[in-house]
């Protein structure tokens, strides 16, 4: 195959899932991820190397990045799987991430219901005496 008709199978990919990870976020600044593979060992749901970089992204109402890279060696994921829209490794891939919170994002999410819910009441003992303390704002 030409080089040409990989480019394009790259690009098409790349813009497929900047597509489906959007549509899984309730925000997003902007989003660029770029699929290094070769069309027919994308067809056998093969990626030589993937990137990612995104801005202003928002999970959960509150969960807010500001921004995120991500780097991947070689991923290998069930095409089967991807046709029905989930992502499953078929093996393990080495990755690295660099995550960049603002302050007003770790703010907001501490004040989030979901953060809070997911975090118990704590139990302290001082003077011998068992205390109960809720999280709060």
């Given at each position: 195959?030409?080089?040409?008709?990989?480019?394009?199978?790259?690009?098409?990919?790349?813009?497929?899932?900047?597509?489906?990870?959007?549509?899984?976020?309730?925000?997003?600044?902007?989003?660029?991820?770029?699929?290094?593979?070769?069309?027919?060992?994308?067809?056998?749901?093969?990626?030589?190397?993937?990137?990612?970089?995104?801005?202003?992204?928002?999970?959960k109402k509150d969960l807010r990045v500001e921004k995120m890279e991500l780097q991947t060696d070689s991923i290998a994921i069930n095409p089967l799987s991807v046709a029905f829209?989930?992502?499953?490794?078929?093996?393990?891939?080495?990755?690295?991430?660099?995550?960049?919170?603002?302050?007003?994002?770790?703010?907001?999410?501490?004040?989030?219901?979901?953060?809070?819910?997911?975090?118990?009441?704590?139990?302290?003992?001082?003077?011998?005496?068992?205390?109960?303390?809720?999280?709060?704002?």
């Amino acid at each position: 195959m030409s080089q040409d008709n990989t480019n394009l199978v790259e690009e098409t990919l790349s813009k497929l899932a900047e597509t489906g990870v959007a549509s899984k976020l309730d925000e997003l600044d902007a989003i660029d991820i770029n699929l290094q593979t070769n069309p027919i060992k994308a067809i056998q749901g093969e990626i030589e190397s993937a990137s990612l970089v995104a801005t202003g992204m928002v999970i959960k109402k509150d969960l807010r990045v500001e921004k995120m890279e991500l780097q991947t060696d070689s991923i290998a994921i069930n095409p089967l799987s991807v046709a029905f829209g989930k992502v499953e490794l078929t093996q393990a891939t080495r990755a690295s991430m660099r995550v960049i919170l603002t302050e007003a994002d770790m703010n907001r999410a501490f004040n989030s219901d979901y953060i809070r819910s997911k975090l118990p009441s704590l139990t302290i003992i001082k003077d011998n005496q068992s205390m109960t303390i809720d999280i709060q704002q």
